[in-house]
């Protein structure tokens, strides 16, 4: 980085158009002659306009002076940066039921496909947090350890599909106590999860209170997030007897009391989300709520380059004084 620490001088500048002006003005010689027809019909010699070179080294020598004066100096920035940073776990629901197209307009569009979207968004909004990626269904396992490549995430992310952890039923409780242990070890000093759901617990080797229980003494603060319609019924995408597209009624079936629960003994909230805006206005409140806290310290130190433009300026001025006293003397 280069600045200057005097620009002010840099107003000399201005000498130059006035001492170009000067020069020519001045070049006609004070030697008077009754005509110079004669004269105009000699070839100028090259040595004529060689003598312009004074004028050139003139120009250098005041705008390297000038620079000189102005004080450059290049600076060396350090930053250090220090973070309070968070351990998120996105426990993401990916049974049979995430199949409805009800956040949409659009019914051929699945929660689980809203769901990444959001999700997505979620994750390139945050700066210096670890976050993994849980799924679960009839069972539960990490599909991303924590991490703070978060283009590694979006890729398995990316790659959650209905049925991934199997479609038949929904383990609620076995993705708690899973996202809880990814962080058993965490050293960090907020620890949360974001558990996503559109159904009950109905399966599983570990119930959802005692994975609440489990969070809380190790310090993780669960967020729930209920998905579906408003209405009793979402349409499902199916196919038909003659193999056509159809859609299906699925009961609207999220358990909000055990939801809340495990939100309270953890410290966290519940949130209900309708439609994906509701749903983005959600994890947009998350991420206000949990906010890494960093601290910037800059540090600059510059070093003066002026030596370099004085040498240069005054190398330049030299040759243009000699030059002007020998070579290219003018006579009165």
């Known amino acids: 980085m280069l600045r200057f620490h005097d620009p002010l001088w840099f107003f000399l500048l201005l000498l130059i158009p006035v001492i170009i002006w000067h020069y020519f003005r001045a070049s006609g010689g004070t030697v008077k002659y009754s005509s110079i027809t004669m004269l105009k019909k000699i070839k100028p010699s090259p040595s004529l306009y060689s003598r312009h070179i004074v004028l050139v080294l003139r120009c250098f020598a005041i705008i390297l002076l000038t620079l000189a004066l102005a004080r450059p100096q290049r600076g060396k920035e350090d930053t250090k940066v220090t973070t309070n940073g968070i351990d998120i776990i996105l426990a993401i629901d990916t049974s049979g039921s995430m199949l409805a197209g009800d956040l949409t307009k659009n019914p051929d569009i699945s929660r689980l496909d809203v769901a990444k979207q959001v999700v997505e968004q979620f994750i390139k909004k945050r700066r210096n947090d670890r976050i993994g990626l849980v799924v679960y269904g009839e069972d539960a396992y990490t599909q991303c350890p924590l991490t703070l490549d978060y283009g590694v995430l979006l890729k398995f992310l990316d ?174």
């Open 159 to 332: 790659k959650c599909k209905i049925g991934i952890a199997g479609q038949n039923s929904t383990s609620i409780g076995d993705a708690i106590a899973t996202s809880v242990l990814r962080m058993e070890n965490s050293k960090a000093k907020s620890k949360v999860v974001i558990l996503l759901t559109d159904g009950k617990n109905n399966s599983g080797l570990i119930s959802p209170e005692t994975a609440a229980e489990m969070a809380r003494e190790l310090g993780v603060k669960i967020y729930t997030v209920g998905v579906g319609t408003a209405s009793p019924y979402a349409p499902v995408p199916a196919v038909d007897m003659f193999g056509g597209k159809t859609y299906q009624r699925m009961a609207v079936d999220i358990d909000e009391n055990l939801l809340k629960e495990v939100a309270n003994v953890s410290s966290g909230k519940y949130f209900r989300a309708t439609n994906k805006n509701s749903l983005k206005k959600i994890y947009d409140d998350i991420n206000k709520m949990e906010k890494t806290k960093t601290e910037v310290f800059h540090y600059m130190e510059y070093k003066e380059q002026f030596a370099n433009f004085a040498i240069a300026g005054s190398i330049f001025l030299i040759l243009e004084i000699l030059l002007a006293n020998t070579k290219f003397k003018k006579l009165p």
